[in-house]
């Protein structure tokens, strides 16, 4: 069936340094993209969101490039910090459907 | 507001027994959905509401598991009999806006071991 995966499972960086997470789709009708942020013993909690209408989205030190020739969303991270350590997924749905799909998660690693 | 809260935190119970997880959603919001969560299947989506109504719960794995909402304000997920695959993080989101899709509040989780 259709769904939504990660080029990668585990992504370390220094701190200060710009990360780059990666996320493939393969339903061409998603209309919707978010990007969510998981800490250890916590539930996901929305980073950014795009809409496939939108190629770029910007926000406090967050960025979503949506590429849908490819089917291809990215999410970059200005100026990691320590506290961007967590697992990051990226989740899809339909037009007028709520039904949200998430990806398998990236592990990001901030290193002093 | 408190944001979505689920009950218990933390559940252990025997294989054959049977479960009850609790969410209470963000008032006012008009979606409420149940995950999954294990290290080999990720976030997988149960079954969603809309204003109380169940749309899609093609992701209930099994008869094993149901889901209820009676009314806006509450949702449990019931799981009779238990096993022990069925051991995973269980979160409930919820979401404001009915048509437009929109980001999901999520739980804090409700972290069950079938022993």
């Known amino acids: 069936g259709e769904s939504v995966g990660l080029h990668l499972p585990t992504l370390s960086v220094q701190e200060g340094d710009n990360s780059i997470i990666n996320c493939a789709y393969s339903?061409?009708?998603?209309?919707?993209f978010i990007w969510y942020k998981q800490e250890s013993g916590k539930g996901p909690q929305f980073i950014i969101d795009i809409r496939s209408n939108m190629d770029k989205r910007q926000g406090q030190r967050v960025t979503v490039l949506l590429n849908k020739t490819v089917k291809h969303l990215s999410l970059q991270i200005a100026a990691t910090q320590p506290g961007d350590s967590a697992v990051y997924f990226c989740a899809e749905s339909g037009q007028n459907n709520n039904d949200m799909r998430f990806g398998a998660g990236t592990r990001l690693t901030v290193k002093p | 507001d408190a944001g979505v809260i689920q009950s218990p935190r933390h559940e252990v119970t025997e294989m054959g027994q049977e479960v009850t997880l609790r969410c209470k959603p963000i008032?006012?919001?008009?979606?409420l959905f149940w995950y999954r969560q294990t290290m080999m299947r990720g976030l997988e989506l149960l079954i969603y509401?809309?204003?109380?109504?169940?749309?899609?719960d093609s992701g209930m794995p099994e008869d094993r598991f149901s889901a209820k909402m009676p009314n806006a304000s509450f949702s449990t997920l019931k799981i009779q009999p238990s096993e022990p695959r069925d051991s995973a993080v269980y979160f409930c989101?919820?979401?404001?806006?009915?048509?437009?899709?929109?980001?999901?509040?999520f739980g804090q989780g409700t972290r069950l071991t079938v022993v």
């Open positions: 339903n061409s009708a998603s209309d919707y």
């Open positions: 008032s006012g919001h008009n979606s």
């Open positions: 989101a919820s979401s404001p806006v009915l048509q437009m899709n929109t980001e999901a509040f």
């Open positions: 509401f809309n204003n109380n109504v169940p749309i899609d």
